[in-house]
C-alpha cells in the first residue's frame, strides 16, 4: 500500500521538484518522512517559515522549477503568508503544503486551525483542503498545473493529520499547458504600428524570461530601445546597446525620458506593476501600446492597449523578427545618446567621498569589480537596493532573484536557496541591517545545507526608506532606529565567516578574502546614515538638521 503522503512526494519528485523547505511540525510528519526516504531529493529544515517560504520562492525564480515550502496548521502557515504573497506579485509557481487539524475536528476551531485555503485565497492561484487520501496525489496535481500556468504562482494544499497515512491513489504530473499562438494578423499589424514608429521601445517583463537571443535579436531587428520592468533586470543583457535601464523606485528622468516619449510601447511578459509603470503614469497616454502575455488576465489590466495579444511572448517576438527579415525592415531609431546616458548612471564612477562610514556606491564598485557577471544577485527591499539596482549590470539570464513585492528579509533565505539550487555559482546577497535581522538567522541553514553565499550587510542603523518618507512627509523620521549590533559576531556565531569593514582602505581585501573561503560568508559594510539613495541625504531632506 502507498499512503497519500508517498504518493504526493512520487508526483512532485515525477515532475522535477528536489528541494522542500520547511520548519517541521507534528501534523504532517508523513510527508517529511517520505521526502527523506528519497535520495534524490532534499527535505531542507529552516529556523522560521518566512525562511522556508522565501527559499522556495527564490529556488524557483533561479531554476524555472516551483520548490516546495511546507509548515504547520495556522500558526505555521500565517509565518509563511508573507513568501506566499511574494511569489504571487512575483508571478513565481511555488508549491505550499500545509498541515491541518483532523477531519473530525475541521470546522470547531480546533488547535491551531484556520481555513487554509480561505485564509490564503487572495494571495495563491490556487487553493484546496484534502478530505480524503485516495484524491491526494490528484489535488495536488491540480495545484502544480495551476502554479505552472500563463501567470505562474503559488498552490496551497492543507491535509488533515489524518489523512497523510492512509491509502492513496497515483497521479501523473500534468504537463503545463502551452499558451495560445499569436495570429498572424496581430504580428503583422504589430509590425506595421512598430515599423512605421520614430521612437519605438520595448518594456520585457517575468513572462520573456529565457529568451536573450530572441529579445535582442528582435530589438535589434525593429530598433527597439529597451527597458527592465521592476526587478527584471536579467530579462535582458544590460550591456546591450539597445537597452536603456530599469524601471525601479527612483528611476531619475533622463532614465525614463525615452519611454515617456515613445509613440508605440511593445510590452512583452509584464503585468506592468505600480513600480514598472512609475506609480501607473507609464506608458503615457500618447504612446500607443502593444501588450502580449500568455496570462490573459494581464492584457489590459492597467493601461488599455491599442493591441492586445494572447500568446507566448517569446514566441511573439520570433514572430516578429521573422516578419521584420521577410518585409527587409531597416531601423529608424537611434539610441546612442540614451545608451550612453544610461552607462554614466549606472557606472558607480562619480561617488561622492566617502564620509562617516562607507558609501553604498563605493561597496557595489568593489563587488563589481570581483565577483563573475553571472553571479546570482538576491536582494532584499529597502534604499540600499537602489544602488545594487543601479550600478550592477545583469547580462545572464535567472541571475537576479528580488521581490517585487517589496519583502523585507527576503535576501539571506533567498541567498541560500540559490546557492543550494546553484552549487557552482557565485551568489550576492544584499540586504539592510533591518531585513537581515529579521532572517539573518538562516545563516544557520547555509551553514548546516552546505550553501555558501556571500551575504553583503549594509549595516546604517536605519530604517532607511522609512526615514526618508517621514522626512518628506512629517519632517522627522520616529521609530526608525536600529541599535549598533555586532552583525559580524552574530554571523559568526551561526556557523558563517564574517568582516566587518567601515574604512574604504579596507573593502578590497575583506571582500578578497571572504571569496577564498567556503561557507556562508558575510561582509557588513557600515555606511554612513545620512545616504539614503544616490541623490537623496537625510539630511538634505530635513533641511539640514539631524
Known sequence: ?????????????????????????????????????????????????????????????????????????????????????????????????????ETDHLGKEAFQEVDLPRFYDEITVFGATVHRADRAAEI???????????????????FPADVLAGEGVRAHPPTPATGPAAADADVAQTFDLLAAAERPVMIVGEGAQDAHPELTELAAAVGLGVYAAFRRQDTFPNDHPNYLGHLALGTTEDIIGPLRNADVVLVLGSRLDEVTTQTYTLPAAGSAVVQVDAAAENLGAVTTPRIAVHASPVAFARALTRLAAERGHRPRSAWERARVTYERFSTPDDVPPDGEGLHPATVMATLRAHLPGDTIVTNDAGNFSVFGHRYWRFNHPRTQVGPVSGAMGYAVPAAVAASLAAPTRTVLGLAGDGGFLMTGQELETAARCGAEPLVVVFQNQLYGTIAMHQARS??????????????????????ATARTVDDPGELDDAVRELLTVRGPRVLVARTARDVLTPSATLSGLLGGRP
Open 1 to 101: 500500500m502507498s499512503t497519500a503522503a508517498a504518493t504526493v512526494v512520487d508526483l512532485l519528485e515525477q515532475a522535477g521538484v528536489t528541494r522542500f523547505y520547511t520548519v517541521p511540525g507534528e501534523s504532517f510528519l508523513e510527508l517529511m518522512d517520505e521526502v527523506t526516504r528519497r535520495p534524490g531529493l532534499d527535505l531542507i529544515s529552516t529556523r522560521h517559515e518566512s525562511g522556508a517560504a522565501f527559499m522556495a520562492e527564490a529556488d524557483a525564480k533561479v531554476t524555472g522549477r516551483p520548490a516546495v515550502a511546507m509548515a504547520t496548521r495556522a500558526v505555521g502557515a500565517a509565518n509563511l503568508a508573507i513568501g506566499v504573497h511574494t511569489a504571487r506579485q512575483d508571478s513565481t509557481p511555488m508549491i505550499a503544503l500545509l498541515g491541518q487539524v
Open 140 to 158: 495536488v496535481a491540480r495545484a502544480l498545473l495551476r502554479s505552472t500556468g500563463p501567470r505562474p504562482g503559488p498552490s496551497v494544499v492543507a
Open 474 to 495: 512629517t519632517g522627522r523620521p520616529t521609530a526608525v532606529d536600529i541599535g549598533p549590533v555586532d552583525l559580524g559576531a552574530f554571523a559568526r556565531s551561526l556557523g
